[in-house]
């Protein structure tokens, strides 16, 4: 039988269930313990839930007090720790448990690091390297990730399909999961008909996932059919309250000038990523900078979330991110300088280069700002403004 989400999610609870009632009455299984932990990591990633999220973080954080650090649990921990962009916490996680640095599973998760600091070349090398010893499907979708934002859509969606060729007929959901990548890399160039084609396979072999949903949104959205958009965005926050769909949902009624519509919306995104910065995530900051740099008065606090989000990572993403709240706090000379970083990474992004074509006109540099106007359109010249943030 197919699995699908909703018998993949019953089965991974009665496992956590089970799993926790052994637990119970034993603590003393180290094995079981683990099991539970990364049965709990199986569900937090189907739902997406926070609480989810904590259950699993509190379960490794007993592991390690009972048993101290296992190759299994500083892994899981470091991939837990990585979800949520703690970066120096996914390297001390690796350093608990020193072999892991020199394991080819180490040594990926080091490789996502390096990308998200900036290190391209060295997260290239890396996943070469890695690729060359064992082709795992995992690692060949890093590599297509990276190909696909360095501008090698072709390479890229190759390598996805190579990643698929790797997995097991029983692996639906990983391949759901591939097809959304690929789907994505299409409409990044403006390669709608085939993204459907890609959303399509992903939702036949993982059904009822509301990630897939989510996807077609952005693609909805990016054909200008924000009705149909609005009503498969409604349905997905229904099935996964998320904040940053909550964003979505209230940025999408916006752009349609609902806007007495989208502020409960919006509102609510904010007091969900607020409340989760208070507790200490960083997770969020992104999300921060993309709310408040689309609100007037408060372009200032974009440009102040957007601080903290480089200096947590600095990437093109993040340099990108700056540079837009800048210019929309009237910063045009410092939003330069972070959108000159960003395009230096060789990044191949429709709109980081609408960002640096609106910065460079602003500055009056006509020449820099159609040229970057090109090459935004000639990545993607279908690019539509609204996004779904993740």
Request: aromatic share 8%; proline share 3%.
């Amino acid at each position: 039988m197919m699995a699908d989400y909703a018998s993949d999610l019953a089965k991974t609870r009665n496992d956590i269930a089970a799993l926790e009632l052994i637990s119970q009455r034993d603590g003393r299984d180290p094995e079981k313990r683990v099991r539970l932990a990364y049965r709990q990591f199986h569900c937090a990633s189907l739902t997406a839930n926070e609480c989810d999220f904590k259950a699993v973080q509190q379960t490794i954080a007993d592991i390690l007090r009972d048993f101290g650090p296992d190759e299994d649990v500083c892994l899981l921990k470091a991939s837990l720790d990585g979800h949520f962009h703690r970066l120096e916490d996914v390297k001390r996680d690796l350093r608990m448990c020193p072999p892991l640095g020199s394991r080819h599973a180490g040594r990926s998760v080091l490789a996502d690091v390096d990308f998200e600091e900036g290190r391209y070349g060295e997260a290239r090398a890396a996943l070469e390297t890695l690729l060359d010893e064992k082709p795992t499907w995992d690692n060949l979708a890093r590599l297509a990730h990276w190909k696909g934002k360095m501008g090698h859509p072709d390479e890229a969606d190759a390598l996805y399909a190579e990643a698929e060729d790797e997995l097991s007929a029983k692996e639906m959901r990983s391949f759901a999961w591939l097809e959304l990548q690929r789907g994505t890399l299409a409409v990044s160039r403006g390669r709608y008909r085939m993204a459907q084609m890609h959303y399509r396979r992903a939702a036949s072999s993982f059904p009822g996932d509301w990630r897939t949903d989510e996807h077609v949104v952005k693609l909805l959205a990016a054909e200008g059919n924000l009705d149909a958009a609005l009503t498969l965005l409604r349905n997905v926050v229904a099935r996964a309250p998320k904040p940053e769909l909550q964003q979505a949902l209230g940025e999408l009624l916006d752009q349609m000038g609902r806007t007495e519509e989208a502020r409960p919306w919006l509102e609510t995104a904010a007091a969900a990523f607020l409340a989760s910065v208070q507790e200490g995530g960083v997770h969020y900051y992104h999300h921060l900078v993309h709310l408040y740099a689309g609100m007037r008065g408060r372009e200032a606090d974009a440009v102040k979330w957007a601080r903290k989000d480089v200096i947590l990572r600095t990437n093109f993403a993040t340099q990108s991110a700056l540079a837009w709240a800048l210019f929309q706090n009237g910063e045009v000379a410092e939003a330069l300088e972070w959108i000159r970083r960003a395009l230096s990474s060789g990044v191949q992004d429709s709109g980081i280069f609408a960002i640096a074509s609106s910065l460079f006109q602003a500055a009056g540099d006509a020449t820099q700002g159609e040229q970057c106007a090109r090459a935004a359109t000639e990545i993607n010249p279908l690019a539509h403004g609204f996004h779904v943030h993740h």
